[in-house]
């Protein structure tokens, strides 16, 4: 079984920056992909970013130059770092594990940019 614990969302105003936080704990293989998706009100979850264990990356055209995603202590832990914050990033991100077939979610943070 695989948790995933989210840290760092909050308000912050347009322009602004967020790290958000995510570390996993369980049973980890070594082949799996690290990320992020959001959901806004009214939408579908979406893709934000994810990141390989030997670090590859892919990102949303969305926030691709703004966002970036590193993963550190072993690859169980994934940073999302989010500069020059749009209104339009307003939203839940889960923090997600891909590994041998399954899907792990944590429980989400909200980030709300807002003047």
């Known amino acids: 079984q695989v948790q995933l614990v989210e840290s760092g969302g909050g308000l912050v105003q347009p322009g602004g920056s967020l790290r958000l936080s995510c570390a996993a704990s369980?049973?980890?293989?070594?082949?799996?992909?690290m990320g992020w998706y959001r959901q806004a009100p009214g939408k579908e979850r979406e893709l934000v970013a994810h990141?390989?264990?030997?670090?590859?990356?892919n990102y949303a055209d969305s926030v691709q130059g703004r966002f970036t995603i590193s993963r550190h202590n072993a690859k169980t832990t994934v940073y999302l770092y989010m500069n020059n914050l749009k209104p339009e990033d307003t939203a839940v991100y889960y923090c997600?594990?891909?590994?041998?077939?399954?899907?792990?979610w944590g429980k989400g943070t909200l980030v709300t940019v807002s003047s």
């Open positions: 997600n594990l891909f590994s041998v077939g399954m899907n792990y």
């Open positions: 369980g049973t980890i293989f070594s082949a799996n992909i």
């Open positions: 990141s390989t264990a030997d670090g590859s990356t």
